[in-house]
């Protein structure tokens, strides 16, 4: 029989991949495409492999299906024209393999196939022994490429190098330093017999290398989401069956080619630099010897570079019996491009749903429905179809990572035709009659002629009463206390932008700071919506960050060049000792600041952490006409978080900005819990004393929490909030489900129950199944690992929750709120960066990362956004903390500490550990009044992260916590006094 197979694709398990990736959304969109034989993706990992075993059932030698009652659950979904057709599943895994060989490090892809479930366990068990096959679905292994292809032939399966022309991790890419496929596998190349051409090459171009006509050319779409399944495919005519399938790629019987992309589609199809936004064609490349004429760094050297350099046929040539090839273009994308929206909205999938119910699946439509039939339903898409049946599609290729792009249709030409015939049977739609309020065009006044209101149709106008009321304020000091929830940073950033687009404020003159790296690129993010390009001008920071641009430059003054660097603790530790011999004396010396370990410093070019602030704060202590400088260049001052300003960030922030200036300060008093950092929330409650003409704006207005949720939080800091009359009013319907109190016999129970609640919601359970039932009312929840939240108090209390969650088999992610360059591997990679080989961060971090997975994994998003620049990479390390970097696996639990979560919010939350010692945390005999009521603040936090359920749980070890006595309405889950095990006993033998 003839089929369609795509036999290289990833679960939900592999990183950067769809929550969609799992067997029953795979065979849903299988039978939509048209495709027979699906791979299975990361059966290396061991929640995927379970999931394979639980659910495949063997259909034929080597090749399975999904279980019966699911397969007829998608027949249900899916029209008659879809239903029914064979679907069959081949387990397979791609391994990315790093190494040294030679003087070179190698980085190599592969795809590898196995027959039946006990062999993929063999291999799973080999491999684990080298590394963690448990951190991603595509395992990192440092393994040579050889001695992968001995492990998976001595286990019984077969190897496919993988997208065999991609720069980075390629056989044959440019960055390889293999030319040709035996160099790789040395003594056992002769048992690789296919290779994966790739997105961005096609078989015409492969034609061209000799080397490669022993082998089959295969194409597989490397789908991260069941919807891209079949972009790139391979066709068979065998039985549909493993060793068919493998005799076909082997001797060429029954290999009936493939159907493929435009290569100039695939994302490394010529050379370039997405950076520079420069893209060449080989020829350029060489007249420019491989160098960006844009920054002088070495050009991506793309596929078709690759293929000229090892071709040694000309162009068009063609081996004799090789199979044929289709080059198509997704039907998604086709529909894209005559309806005018993106190929994953509801207009094109809901089209795309009228035409496969009508005419069969896509690939069929493509290529074999008459386009008389098509030209019924859709005249453009039978235009389209014959265009590409003839190849005649206009090309974009793409470069350095970005794709290329393929279209049907000459710019305007749509235009044109439109107004000739409708494009499908119903009617256009009617254009809206409501107009949309758009921002006004900025004012044309002085800087300092601040009008007190917005002219209307401004942006503004989105917000509520509470909000614009704040945002609207004129010059002045300006105090807004905005509870959890009431839309705090849209708030600032919104009158930040009104005052630049209609109040004519110089974008210039704009300062904001945060209190984290994150918050401060979510406040960019969100100010580049709103004023375009302007904020570029803006000068947004954290206080540390700010610190470094005023010390690059006045620097000077301490010694230092405007290039100095920034001592990771590894650094510091380093300078310590070189004027200690000892490391206990040297972290003293570093805890105290001693003069003798400063002035090392200073030899080396280089400031600790705190001198970011100490030393702009005594520049500016010693130097008004800097002051007054600084005054001139920054007129309008916004702080977030302000609450949560120490001594010394208050006197540099009271430097900058005079009693009467336009200073903003947003945050809430109630929410002040980083006393032991140094902050003070004393400076926000004397606002009014600093500045005596400020004005203060409450928001009440929560649009995160449900109305229980809101009630116990004002319920529990009521006893010493520092509010006067504390409101927080509910404005969205998250359900009437009560906050759930849970009374555990041990941190094990109670880890149990917080596993078992998850499973059951997740399940969409109702919790009748609790004691109480009564907590979730409708039982379908909708939601996914990552909506869940587990916080507690310390660190120590996550063990449980881990080994709870570990064998409930649920996917989690733990944090903890530890700077970033503190944690394991990350000081040691930041190190030895700068030896490194590699023209980009990312490169050297992964040059160097070797084994470590975690660390690097935690570097890489940092890394990628630092680019080439190694100063700011090493900067932001020094000035970032844990809690701005997330853990880049998606779909998890999340397991934090109370301190970690702030700023942070989640559909269902689980407080742990509401026991006195732990929630208040405290010692015997200790009784200090203010740091019982930060701990009360701390659950307040904690509570106010809860979206629609919130969940508090302690054990029997220790009293409730009193701050659980004031909540007036909540449900008891499972007993109020549970009763422990009894041991067991010796039975009397008499």
Known sequence: MRFVADLHIHSKYSRACSRDCDLEHLTWWAR????????????????????LSDNLVEASPGLFRLREELDRDIDRRLPPSLASAPVRFMLSVEISTIYKRGDRTRKVHHLVYMPDLSSAARFNARLAKIGNLGSDGRPILGLD??????????????????????????????????????????DLASHVFAVETGLSSDPLMNWRVSGL????????????????????????????????????LETGDGFGGTLEFFPEEGKYHVDGHRKCGVRMEPEETLAHRGICPECGKPLTVGVLSRVEELADRPHGARPAGTAGFTSLVPLPEIMSEIVGTGPKSKKVLGEIDKLTAALGPELVILQDVPVDDIAVHSPLLAEAVTRLRRGEVVRDSGYDGEYGV?????????????SAFALFDYDAPVPSTVERPRPAAPAAVPAAAVPVVSAPGSLLDGLDPEQRAAAEVGGGPLLIIAGPGTGK???????????????????????????????????AERLAVLVGDAVGG????????????????????????????????????????????????????????DDRYKKALRAQDLVDFDDLITLPLSLLESSPDLVEAYRARWRWVSVDEYQDVDEQQYRLLRLLVPPDGNLTAIGDPDQAIYRFRGADVGFFLRFREDFPSARTVQLTRNYRSSSAVVTGALEVIAPSSLVPGRELRPMVDH??????????????????????TIEQVLGGASFHAFDSGRVVGDGTQGLGFSDFAVLYRTDRQSRALVEALTQSGLPFQKRSHDRLADRPGVARIAHEVAYAAGATVLERVRAVAGDDHTAYELLKPLATACGTDFERFHTALALGVEVDTWDPRADRISLLTLHASKGLEFPVVFIVGCEDGVLPLRWPGEEDEESVAEERRLLFVGMTRAQRHLFLSHTTGRPRSPFLAALKAFEQLGDSQPRRKRKGTQLSLL
Not at 228 to 239: K, P, Q, Y
């Open 489 to 523: 940073t849209r708030t600032l950033t919104h009158r930040i932008a009104d005052l630049v687009t209609s109040r004519g404020v110089p974008p210039s003159e704009c300062l904001a700071i945060t209190f984290t790296r994150r918050a401060a690129e979510e406040m």
């Open 406 to 418: 393929i279209r049907v249709f000459e710019p305007g030409e749509l235009e044109r035709r439109r």
């Open 32 to 51: 939509r495409k048209g495709i027979s034989l699906v791979g299975t993706g990361d059966f290396t990992h061991p929640a995927w492999y379970d999931h």
């Open 145 to 186: 490429s050889r001695d992968l292809l001995e492990i998976t032939l001595e286990c019984g399966g077969y190897l496919v190098p993988a997208h065999v022309w991609t720069p980075w991790f390629a056989v044959l890419g440019s960055k390889s330093g293999f030319d040709a496929i035996e160099d790789c596998y040395a």
């Open 538 to 593: 803006m000068t947004i920071a954290t206080f540390h960050s700010l610190g470094v641009l005023i010390l690059r430059s006045h620097g000077a003054e301490f010694g230092l060049s405007a290039s100095f660097g920034v001592a990771d603790p590894e650094g510091q530790l380093a300078v310590a000792l070189s004027v200690v011999a000892d490391e206990k004396e040297a972290r003293a010396l570093i805890a105290a600041g």
């Open 213 to 248: 006509d022993k082998y089959r050319l295969v194409s597989n779409s490397d789908a991260h989401s069941p919807p891209v399944l079949g972009r790139e495919a391979t066709v068979f005519d065998t039985e549909l069956d493993y060793y068919s399938v493998r005799n076909a």
């Open 735 to 756: 359900g009437a489900a009560p906050i759930g109190v849970h009374h555990a016999s041990s941190e094990a129970a109670e880890a149990v129950f917080v596993a078992r």
